[in-house]
């Protein structure tokens, strides 16, 4: 049973700061994995989505890293922003199926 | 594109009283959709992967008898939960997956599910 682990559990920054937000799984047959945020009360935004073959993705201010081997995945913010405050999960996709395993999630607060 | 609706965001009702919530995937056709619950301050866990045409796959531990799903198009999965009580109160949140082999999961809003 794929376990999804992610460090730090919540993070408070001030504004500007580059921060990573850590992702550890145990099952490191996956197909993909996908990075979402998610505002309180609110369905969760698809960030990035890392394919198995695929080292790393970038959209914008955010960069993700995979190292399947190690069953590891890193969210990169660069420059951060007050708008960027959210909580962040991570999710492995172990099948073709599409089935994922959530993580706990990293609760950010960027501070203005 | 990619986007999912749910319906309604949120409902409340009364104990013993059956409630149906809609997913929606609105720009594209969806073969796989996905229920997922989510408890104050939790992650997101699986219920339920939901086929097109198909009986849906309950994960373990999940009353596929309770919590009723139908996946009768490809745009269109509806869960429903039925004989609700207060501990199935929570955050519902339905996921739509864009096509085989790309696998990227669109979630939709949510509905926030209060029994009282």
Redesign the interface.
Known sequence: KQEVTQIPAALSVPEGENLVLNCSFTDSAI??L?W?RQDP??????LL?IQSSQREQTSGRLNASLDKSSGRSTLYIAASQPGDSATY?C?P?NT??????????TTLTVKP | GAVVSQHPSWVICKSGTSVKIECRSLDFQATTMFWYRQFPKQSLMLMATSNEGSKATYEQGVEKDKFLINHASLTLSTLTVTSAHPEDSSFYICSARWWEGYNEQFFGPGTRLTVL
Do not use: E
């Open positions: 197909y993909n996908q979402f009360g609110k369905g969760l935004t698809s989505l999960l999710a996709g073709n199926a599409g089935k994922s395993t959530f993580g706990d999630g």
